[in-house]
């Protein structure tokens, strides 16, 4: 047996003995937990056994109980029963002493102590060790315990869920008692009124509170705790605590607590230590036990019941207060017998194994990190280690210590030498890039410049070493209007320390309180030696908002350097590559994601046309530089802001292209493709926003636009009723929101009550009023709008845990072209490539041909049922409980639907079947329904109706018409057109030939034609005894019949034909447009266009530039509606990021309330009650025993083991990366090792699919290795996908984009519950289980985001844990899907409701 670290490191093989004790401790203990506690999280409920607890009679007494081991007798005393020995605990054994109090003998908020008698005769009074709360008496100085049960209606109730993990941990570092501008010890309710708010401006996602728990010495920064299960009571109540961490919530804020688990107080009197009288009760004895700099007590954390105290204390403040995870304090201590004293760390692995590990120590940090992530998976954890531990950052799974990031302490320590010891002109680049980039790979560290430890008296804050007295004397503009040499110094390398350190440091970032505008003062604790003042224990946040003063400007720019980031989302972006680190010119240039950071740290020298690598193939923007006025800065980079760009150059630097800039003296700027900062501001009324306000009707809402300080106003901008409105402004907006009466909901962040963004893009309104960038992040390696997502890196040859890679990051590589576009070697063979076939087909590597489909679980391979037996289903269907059809004013109304495929006569994906669902679903509500397209073959049962002549490509080509009709019940049928001439009969494929990975070069000609023959159907064909004639609508389905309202409005229309007609264009994919060259196809001469149509038709493309013919575009330009596959999608592709570069267009169409979304339908054959393919039929009433039923059925027929105890997984897709798969087969080992948690381990999983030929060799090698538990079957059995939906407990679907999906529907209508990314129509569909008792009655699923293995196997476990935990739960979610409705009726409520506002609605043009 190996462990994943080994892999990622095969040099820690060479320490792996004792790497095998810490983990073999782990699991000993784990193994030991769950045989004599109930698991490791019962045992974590210490704080329900010890301590003050309602007796289980239920009569209201309590139970007071302690853990006194060298205990002779004991006594709790108190203001209860004055304070007198009578009330006498009875020994339990095991050192466990106890007494019941009756009901009524003590109140809420009396003050106790327990006093005994130690086993050398000896008496002591202590605080009891769990108590709840202590509050100090100000006669002796010392704390009590306090008996806290506040009655319910004083008791806090939480109301907001806890934020989800960010993917770019920001935090705020704070101290509640000095988050004050006035000299004294500031409340939580304070700190929650006036300092999260601004937090949150500033654009920080987490806080990190020091000193919470009680600690008797104020001065001690909460390091020497006291009462560990007790909230310091200097700034409130337990209560007060609830309501601070629900008002960050709230606000979409983490909150993390400084834990001090590497030592404790040696104060006996008020803490813990010395507890039962002897040294050695929860720390060790002796020397052992001492920590000679801190002067404090160490713990033995593998005693039995200290082990339960630290891991309940871990879990009391997760589940008692809500906080979202924690910083270890001091672990270096922990993690070596000399605690670090004395130790110089430099990465040799001696260091760090050997006999100065404290395995001991290890063990117990494996421990409490595995708690954490099971109780809260989205929990953060940060370690403070100055030592670099290897595997500190690892999953516990994989060997490591389980720690999520850990501090980069040598960031700041450079800083600071760097300005006490070194000159500017002598900064070392590759040093500063060293120490910035330096750490593990794969562990993720948290980069800060300045901590609380910089800013404590003693030391100095970066400002003070940069600017010394004249932070007192020249930081006024009214008495300084001009900087000072040291000022501007100062003003531009604070700005530029921070802004490296954020982009280049780490994975997160940290700043203290204050230090982000250079506070001028110290911290200093009130102490003899000041007089006890509080003068200095305070941050005085009014200078920082003051206009007269220079630190407004630190503040400025600190907030704009988070707004870019929570934008665009860098920080978490795995791709970082340094290009330059130029000793002479003192020049640092780095890409991370999708930018370019560039920094000129010379004193002195400026230059021009700089020349700096890059890999973006794309004009890049300046977005932010440390140079602006609003910053204080002397705006010379004011050029590439606004609309100027700096265009693509010829490599260099080892990069693949590059640009020239200006890089002024001492700035830093950041540049972003020009593609990234297009499109304006969208603001989205969030569902939270609208539920906390009791808005029902988004549209009564309205944006004023603000200006200045004097708020002028600048316009109204009206919400939609999906609750959008799109702002004018192309970068900074400043606005109100309007409800009805002209009352303003005011932000509670913003100045003013104003809401403010500072970067083009989506933005989406929560809860209370905040701001989150709502698709913010930034594009992955794709450099324009129109390429295919990025090909993963190869397989690993065996099963690794999902941690583990299985590849070093490297450098993007250029991405090649997608369909529709071209390479940068456009010649006459490149055209002849795929240019417009899905991604599915242009794999040529071993695919089975054109007749496999894309998404084979969302489109089956099912044949087409007769007529009579769909409308049997349909019947059965609508006499179960559903909503009354919609009723659609317009079913006299023609509908004509027009695709290139249609299932069952051609189909390569998921077009085919949809178009099929249209024109049955059409033709049962009552429309006359005719569907159109190209007869690809020799199709039974069909009958030639006419011909028509259709002038194309500078001749006259005549096409033929075949038709079927099928009849589904009275006056229900469809029409099936075919259209016939030879460019269709291809026997490769519909588009292409697979084999050879080409393209039809003459597919225009062939799309052009259908398009165009679509048009004449409708008049020239006789069915049934007349034609469908010209008042119809068009139903066209994405690009190959683009051109189908192109034609309709500058061909028919321009001739007073199809003037009533309407057209609806559906877009099923948008990453496929059609792009072909203009140059090579003009308009007149091969489509038969006038010129006029190129206003159109003309698009861009990275490749083509401007001779680019776009299908898609010209369709969305002159349709009168577009619709998406789901309301999910039809806001990303308006999108920079999810719009291909049709963003602009789409946004166009929407204002004009002509773009939406539906949610496709699933066809009647997906139902249990009814379906043939399935071992038992069930519905909701009886689903419990019919899906057992099945699910044994399907472990028989598949080769699994026939256990209904084990969590049944499914997958039925694709083998790409797009669909996720490589999520999946990467976490196996994880899924399938019973680390005693009572959930991994107990699984089984079914694979099935076709695709790449790595994954499918995956496939078979994950069944192989594990025979009897996993499921690889290489291929597609649409009846087995029927039997998965029935037999498994959960599907999953980690799909890194779905327009619509359709299989998590299957699932939810059969019970199976999904676990999807949380993206495009899977959001629509899914409702996911955040809370489980808030959700419960409405959840159906799970959903991740972002797109990574970590968040996938966090909601994955939570499923998992569900399903073995929490059957009630379970069953609950299972009952909602089932009875829910996804089929086609639904949906096609919704069309006739498009329908009727389409044609009802004036034509577009």
Same mark, same amino acid.
Not at 768 to 780: C, E, Y
Not at 813 to 825: L, M, N, R, T, W
């Given at each position: ?6 892999? $990622? ?84 054994g095991f050192g466990r002493w106890a007494v019941e109090l009756p009901a009524g003998s003590i109140k809420h908020k009396m003050q106790v102590k327990v006093r005994l008698e130690a ?13 709840? !709360? ?37 935090i705020y570092e704070a101290h509640v008692g000095m988050a004050s501008t006035e000299p004294k010890v500031a409340t939580y309710l304070e700190f929650a009124r006036d300092v999260l ?48 961490? @629900? ?11 400084? !834990? ?14 010395? &507890? ?185 804050? !970066? ?185 693509? $150059? ?101 100045? @003013? ?110 044949? $087409? ?26 079913l006299s109304t023609p509908v004509v639907v027009v695709s290139s495929e249609i299932n069952p006569w051609s189909k390569t994906g998921g077009l085919g079947m949809v178009v099929s ?205 577009? !619709? ?160 998965? &939906? ?120």
């Amino acid at each position: 047996m190996s462990l994943a670290i080994f892999d $990622l490191d095969p040099k820690l093989r060479e320490v792996q003995g004792q790497i095998w004790d810490r983990v073999n401790g782990y699991k000993h203990w784990k193994s030991e937990l769950e045989k004599n506690e109930g698991g490791i999280e019962n045992f974590a409920l210490g704080y329900k056994i010890f301590g003050f607890n309602p007796s289980p009679k239920g009569d209201g007494s309590y139970i007071y109980r302690e853990w006194l081991p060298n205990a002779k007798q004991v006594f709790l005393i108190g203001e209860f029963n004055g304070w007198q020995n009578t009330t006498p605990l009875k020994s339990e054994g095991f050192g466990r002493w106890a007494v019941e109090l009756p009901a009524g003998s003590i109140k809420h908020k009396m003050q106790v102590k327990v006093r005994l008698e130690a086993s050398d005769g000896s008496w002591h009074d202590r605080v009891p060790a769990w108590t709840k !709360l202590s509050w100090q008496d100000h006669t002796t100085n010392l704390f009590n315990g306090v008996f806290w049960e506040p009655p319910a209606n004083e008791r806090y109730t939480f109301r907001y869920p806890r934020p989800a993990r960010p993917n770019s941990l920001k935090i705020y570092e704070a101290h509640v008692g000095m988050a004050s501008t006035e000299p004294k010890v500031a409340t939580y309710l304070e700190f929650a009124r006036d300092v999260l708010p601004r937090i949150k401006r500033m654009g920080y996602n987490a806080v990190q509170l020091m000193a919470v728990a009680e600690h008797a010495h104020y001065g001690c920064f909460g390091y020497h705790v006291t009462s560990f299960f007790a909230p310091a009571s200097r700034s409130g109540t337990p209560e007060e605590v609830k309501e601070m961490v @629900d008002t960050a919530h709230a606000l979409g804020i983490q909150v993390l607590v400084d !834990l001090v688990h590497a030592h404790c107080s040696s104060n006996s009197l008020d803490g813990i230590a010395q &507890m039962d009288g002897t040294d050695h009760c929860y720390t060790h004895g002796g020397l052992k036990g001492h920590h000679s700099q801190w002067d404090s007590k160490i713990f033995h954390y593998t005693k039995h019941e200290v082990l339960r105290f630290l891991l309940s204390n871990v879990r009391w403040w997760l589940e008692e207060y809500g906080f979202d995870g924690f910083r270890f304090d001091g672990i270096t201590s922990m993690l070596y017998h000399s605690h670090g004293i004395g130790k110089g760390y430099t990465g040799g692995y001696h260091e760090y194994f050997g006999p100065d590990a404290d395995i001991e120590s290890h063990i117990y940090l494996m421990l409490a990190n595995d708690l954490i992530h099971n109780l809260v998976p989205s929990a953060v954890t940060v370690g403070e280690d100055v030592s670099g531990m290897p595997t500190l950052c690892r999953p516990v799974a994989d060997g490591g210590f389980g720690f999520d990031y850990r501090l980069a302490m040598a960031i700041p320590d450079m800083f600071i030498k760097l300005l006490k010891e070194v000159s500017d002109d002598q900064w070392n680049m590759g040093h500063i890039v060293h120490i910035l980039t330096n750490r593990r790979y794969k562990e993720k560290v948290i980069a800060y410049c300045e901590s609380h430890d910089q800013a404590i008296v003693g030391d100095k804050t !970066l400002a003070f070493w940069l600017m010394d007295a004249e932070m007192y004397t020249g930081m006024s503009l009214i008495q300084s209007p001009n900087h000072s040499l040291c000022v501007d110094r100062g003003l531009a390398l604070h700005k530029m320390i921070r802004l490296i350190v954020l982009a280049l440091g780490g994975e997160g970032y940290l700043t203290f309180m204050g230090n982000e505008f250079g506070h001028p003062e110290w911290i200093d604790f009130p102490r003899p030696e000041n007089g006890w003042s509080y003068h200095h224990c305070r941050r005085r946040w009014d200078l920082a908002d003051a206009d007269h003063l220079r630190y407004h400007f630190f503040q400025n720019f600190d907030e704009l350097m988070n707004a870019c980031e929570n934008r665009y989302g860098f920080l978490g972006n795995e791709h970082q590559y340094v290009v330059l680190k130029d000793e002479g010119d003192k020049v640092i240039a780095f890409e991370r994601g999708d930018f370019l950071f560039v920094f000129n740290f010379h004193p002195t020298n400026s230059y021009t046309d700089y020349q700096v690598g890059m890999s973006m193939n794309e004009p890049m923007r300046v977005v932010l530089d440390t140079d602006e006025g609003r910053f204080g800065g002397h705006m010379r980079l004011e050029y590439g802001h606004g609309s100027n760009s700096f265009p693509v $150059l010829g490599g260099c630097q080892d990069r693949p292209h590059s640009v020239k800039l200006y890089l002024p003296a001492r700035t830093g700027q950041v540049l972003a493709r020009e593609s990234l900062v297009q499109g304006g501001v969208k603001i989205v009324l969030g569902e939270s926003f609208l539920q906390e306000h009791g808005v029902k009707d988004p549209s009564s809402l309205n944006i004023v636009l603000r200006q200045g300080k004097e708020m002028a106003k600048m316009g109204v901008v009206g919400f939609s009723e999906e609750g959008v409105a799109e702002l004018k402004q192309n970068f900074a907006a400043r606005f109100e929101i309007i409800a009805p009466g002209a009352k303003p909901i005011p932000s509670p962040v913003g100045p @003013d009550g104003l809401y403010e963004v500072f970067f083009p893009g989506t933005y989406t309104v929560e809860q209370k009023g905040f701001l989150r960038a709502g698709g913010g992040d930034a594009a992955t390696a794709e450099q324009q709008g129109d390429l295919a997502p990025p090909k993963p890196s190869p397989l690993p040859a065996t099963i690794v845990p999902a941690s583990a890679p299985t590849s070093a990051p490297t450098s993007p590589q250029k991405v090649a072209g997608p369909p529709g576009s071209v390479s940068d070697e456009a010649d006459a063979a490149s055209e002849k490539s795929f240019h417009n076939l899905p991604d599915y087909l242009s794999d040529a590597g071993g695919l089975p041909g054109m007749n496999r489909v894309s998404s084979l679980s969302a489109f089956d391979c099912l044949d $087409l049922e007769d007529a009579a037996d769909l409308r049997e289903r349909r019947v059965q269907a609508e006499e179960q409980d559903r909503p009354a059809r919609y009723g659609a004013r317009h079913l006299s109304t023609p509908v004509v639907v027009v695709s290139s495929e249609i299932n069952p006569w051609s189909k390569t994906g998921g077009l085919g079947m949809v178009v099929s669902s249209y024109a049955y679903e059409f033709a049962m509500r009552g429309h006359r329904t005719m569907a159109v397209s190209p007869r690809y073959g020799e199709y039974d049962n069909m009958t030639y109706v006419g011909s028509t002549k259709i002038w194309l490509d500078g001749q006259e080509r005549e096409v033929k018409y075949f038709h079927q009709r099928q009849d589904y019940g009275p006056e229900c049928g469809c029409d099936y057109i075919f259209v016939d001439h030879d460019c269709y009969r291809r026997p490769a494929g519909l588009y292409g030939d697979a084999d050879t990975g080409k393209e039809y070069e003459d597919n225009l000609f062939r799309f052009a034609l259908l398009s165009l023959a679509a048009a004449e159907a409708p008049l020239v064909l006789n069915l049934n005894g007349s034609t469908y004639g010209q008042d119809c609508i068009f139903f066209a389905n994405d690009w190959q019949v683009g051109l189908l309202p192109v034609y309709l409005t500058h061909k028919y229309r321009k001739h007073g034909t199809y003037l009533n007609a309407r057209t609806i264009f559906v877009i099923h994919n948008l990453g496929f447009q059609g792009k072909y060259r203009l140059s090579r196809f003009p308009l007149d001469a091969h489509l038969g266009l006038p010129q006029e149509a190129i206003v159109d038709l003309q698009g861009e493309d990275l490749h083509m530039q401007t001779d680019c013919l776009n299908l898609l575009q010209g369709a969305v330009k002159t349709c009168d509606r577009v !619709l998406t596959v789901s309301p999910n999608y039809s806001k990303e592709i308006q999108s920079p990021e999810g719009g291909f570069g049709m963003h602009a267009v789409l946004q166009e169409k929407a204002a004009g309330l002509r773009v939406a979304g539906i949610l496709n339908g699933i066809s009647d054959e997906w139902c249990p009650m009814t379906d043939p393919h399935i071992a038992k039929n069930y519905g909701p009433a009886d689903f419990l025993e019919g899906r057992a039923a099945c699910k044994k059925a399907l472990q028989k027929e598949l080769g699994l083991n026939e256990d209904p105890d084990a969590c049944l997984l499914g997958f039925c897709g694709r083998l790409c990366y797009q669909k996720g798969i490589h999520l999946i087969t990467g976490i196996l080992g994880w899924l399938l090792n019973d680390e005693g948690n009572g959930v991994t381990g107990r699984v089984q999983v079914i694979m099935m699919g076709r695709g790449d030929p790595e994954y499918a060799t995956h496939l078979r090698e994950a069944e192989a290795q594990n025979k009897g538990r996993v499921c690889g079957y290489v291929g597609f059995d649409p009846k087995v996908e029927h039997r998965m &939906m029935a037999g498994c407990d959960l599907i999953l679907m980690p799909s890194q984009y779905e327009p619509c999906g359709l299989p998590q529907m299957y699932a939810q209508q059969y019970g199976a519950l999904p676990v999807v990314h949380e993206t495009g129509g899977l959001k629509d569909s899914v409702v996911g289980l955040w809370d489980v008792e808030r959700d419960r009655a409405s959840a159906t699923g799970f959903l991740f985001d972002p797109f990574e293995p970590n968040p996938f196997k966090a909601r994955l476990y939570q499923a998992m844990e569900l399903f073995h935990k929490n059957k009630a739960v379970f069953k609950q979610m299972q009952e909602t899907c089932i009875r829910s409705d996804f089929y086609w009726p639904r949906a096609i409520d919704v069309y006739e409701q498009h329908i009727d506002w389409t044609l009802e609605d004036p034509a577009w043009r």
